[in-house]
């Protein structure tokens, strides 16, 4: 990462290159220069499509081109020993000074940020997807969290023009604690009552309001990360979900879920 004049206060590094990394990169990158790391070239290559040619974030293959970040969002699957294993790679790579925050919906910060070798400079920094458009980002501090990251993580959120609203750190924060609940008990009401995945969403949508019906958003989120986030706040997953996820059926991701994108 070179110097470059930026709005942003800071230099900003993202590990990882699904959906949610991506998704900040190319809000990111229009306020200043950003670094993506994918662990190979393969996803490096499936993450500039994704960016597209208009994105300037930089996709890089080797942590090091993160070691002039002071601000890293660690956007890996949503597994405590994935994210446990990035902290061990980066933080030798790292400044003193530097943040290192996580993504994650559903883990304990307080746990990941004890695990971690900066427990005073960790935070959880919870996007939604699509993250240019979600407004809000879920801020989750360690009791170790000192006020100068609190500062720093909220002066962040405003410079992308995010709502940054600290929550507890309680299986699910707010919005998936409420959500999920929701979203598992649209595909039980499906297969009770026989209706068409698009019947319900329509529903919802016109309904109640939705931007999205429930079933819609399952596969928006993705069916295996929605089961991972269902276990961990202790709800009732539906079977039908785990059906899914065996047949490959994972959501607009692979252009098939309970609806098809082909």
């Known amino acids: 990462m070179t110097d ?8 900003l590094g993202i590990i990882g290159s699904g959906t949610i990394a991506c998704g900040l990169a190319r809000l990111a990158s229009a306020h200043g220069e950003i ?3 994918a662990r190979s070239e393969a996803s ?10 208009d994105c300037t974030a930089e996709v890089v293959t080797e942590l090091e081109e993160l ?6 969002v ?18 030798p790579l790292l400044g003193e000074d530097t943040i290192l925050t996580s993504s994650t919906s559903s883990l304990s910060i307080t746990a990941l940020a004890e695990s971690s070798l900066r427990a005073d400079r960790f935070a959880g920094f919870h ?3 699509p993250v ?8 989750v501090y360690p009791p170790s969290a000192s006020e100068e990251t609190r500062r720093r993580v909220q002066a962040l959120c405003e410079a992308l023009g995010k709502t940054g609203v600290e929550v507890l750190d309680t299986p699910g924060f707010v919005v998936n604690r409420l959500l999920f609940p929701y979203l598992f008990d649209a595909v039980r009401f499906m297969e009770q009552s026989g209706l068409e995945p698009s019947a319900i969403d329509t529903c919802m949508r016109s309904g109640a309001g939705h931007p999205l019906g429930p079933l819609a958003l399952l596969d928006l989120v993705g069916i295996d990360v929605s089961i991972a986030i269902g276990e961990s706040i202790g709800a009732e997953v539906p079977r039908r979900l785990y059906a899914m996820a065996e047949e490959g059926r994972l959501g607009r991701k692979v ?6 994108y082909g």
């Open 4 to 11: 470059q004049s930026t709005n942003l206060p800071e230099r």
């Open 35 to 37: 670094a993506l790391y």
């Open 44 to 53: 490096a290559e499936r993450a500039r499509d994704r960016l597209g040619e």
């Open 67 to 72: 070691s002039e970040a002071t601000f890293i």
């Open 74 to 91: 660690e956007a890996v699957v949503e597994a405590a020993d994935a994210k446990l294993e990035a902290y061990r790679q980066i933080d």
């Open 127 to 129: 996007l939604f997807n």
């Open 132 to 139: 240019e458009r979600m407004k809000l980002i879920e801020l």
């Open 255 to 260: 252009k098939a879920g309970f609806l098809d």
